[in-house]
């Protein structure tokens, strides 16, 4: 071939010709370059049309099936908030919320009562945590 060999089992005949072939190969590749026969590239052309028209079809037709939906106020609240494993969490902590207001722990109360200062529960529900009495001023003052 193009490299000297020694023994390699090829006849000299054969390197002949093939030598031949590189060379025309390389001067071909250097000169001008060979353009492809018009029918086969009339073929290529024509399959790379009907595979953008297919294309173009396709996704006409995923627009078409995916369309938006409009949702309501609920399902737009639902997903707002994390959907339905966030809504059951919600859910557990407002019934865990009214347990405890309704029926408060033993802890609870003497915690309470430690950090106020009472000794008794009747003292304990007699403080209130927020002053209504101007809230409520007005209904006191027209009767």
Not at 94 to 105: D, E, F, K, L, Q
């Amino acid at each position: 071939m193009t490299d000297d060999r020694k023994g390699g089992g090829v006849s000299t005949r054969a390197e002949a010709d093939l030598d031949a072939l590189f060379a025309q190969a390389r001067t071909e590749a250097h000169g001008e370059q060979m353009a492809l026969p018009e029918a086969l590239s009339a073929r290529i052309l024509a399959d790379a049309d009907s595979v953008l028209a297919e294309q173009a079809a396709q996704t006409q037709v995923r627009r078409a099936r995916q369309a938006p939906v409009r949702s309501g106020f609920w399902r737009q609240l639902l997903t707002s908030i994390g959907g339905t494993p966030a809504l059951a969490g919600l859910a557990v902590a407002t019934v865990a919320g009214i347990w405890v207001g309704i029926v408060p722990p033993a802890g609870l109360q003497a915690g309470l009562q430690t950090v106020m200062g009472t000794t008794g529960t009747d003292d304990l529900f007699d403080i209130y945590f927020v002053d209504s009495s101007d809230v409520f001023e007005f209904a006191q003052s027209e009767g």
